[in-house]
């Protein structure tokens, strides 16, 4: 199936949203990782979202490029043409933009999607993240109006941040040292979101925080609160009406309860971002091939190795395949497993 169609994302939102469960959103950097996402969700019957940040299109452009947009062109062609394969629904999202990355990085992906719509075919991206959340909400909110209402003319989204995520992922927001009460986004700040957005007809994917904090972490370490979450829903409703909500989006799951995971899912969030996880499950089964072949993968004491051990086909397959075993994981925490809308019926 090919990537998504504004309908078809706008339906997957809804039918998360009603039905209590999340996309898995898998962040990638590389051919070998698009197709692992896409097996991954494939073999789960689930739809979901293969993301991009500035730091994994750098990298999918090459050492000697080091063009952010064009590493993200050149990785979402590539998902256009493979997802036509799979049987499933999967929407391109580009995660993590910071201010001053919109020029060079989001505005060429916005120009190309403009193209590609004029020329009556569809656009390259399904949405953009505008990460302006280490900037007073106002500023934040002022920056991404024009963002959204740009996308929306074209079908697009856009997701906005407001709060801070802790940690560090790819130079997002967040620090190690983010104070304690940025890592939760107020009531407050969640009405003056939604009244700012409204003003657009467009769709919207919001990160609100609510103690999350990217990165890996033992158990029980970050301390989610996740009614932060239904109190923001409660206060939309109470101003704006019982038919508004957030489509909300849970960024730094990594070690995170399976309950409390859960339990977000209740709350509106339909977007859950996945990428240590994943990272530390390729570079895993990597290792292992590499340690189990040490003496074949390397010409020790002048010998040959064995050229099929350090062919790195052999060794980014087994990466691939447990990446894609990981993505699955995360489609059953999610309870995205068999709902793919082309099965729904």
Known sequence: ??????????????????????YPAINISSMVTANAALKGLADKNSDGILQISTG?????????????????????????????RYDILVALHTDHCPPDAVDDFMIPLIEASEERAAQGRPTLFNSHMLDASNLPLKDNLDMALPLYERLARIGMMIEIEAG????????????????????????????????????????Y????????????YKPGVVKLRPDILKQGQDAICAEFGQDKYFYLVFHGGSGSEKDQIRET?????VKMNVDTDNQYAFT???AEHVLRNYDEVL???????????????????AGEEAMAARVGEACDDLLSSGKSLLHSS
């Open 164 to 203: 801070v995520v802790g940690g560090e992922e790819e130079g997002a927001a967040g620090s190690h040292d983010t104070p304690s009460e940025k890592l939760y986004t107020t009531t407050e700040d969640m009405t003056e979101v939604f009244r700012r957005m409204q003003t657009v007809a467009g769709t």
């Open 205 to 216: 994917l919001f990160a609100a925080t609510f103690g999350n904090v990217h990165g890996a």
């Open 299 to 317: 010409k020790v004491d002048g010998e040959m190795g064995n050229k099929r051990k350090y062919d790195p086909r052999s060794y980014l397959k």
């Open 56 to 84: 994994g299109g750098g990298f999918a452009s090459g050492l000697g490029v080091g063009d952010q947009a064009l590493g993200c062109i050149s990785l979402a062609e590539h998902v256009h043409l493979v997802a036509e």
């Open 265 to 269: 899912l209740g709350y509106g969030v």
């Open 284 to 286: 895993r089964a990597v």
């Open 1 to 22: 199936m090919p990537v998504t169609t504004p309908d078809q994302y706008k339906e997957m939102l809804d039918t998360a949203y009603e039905g209590h469960f999340a």
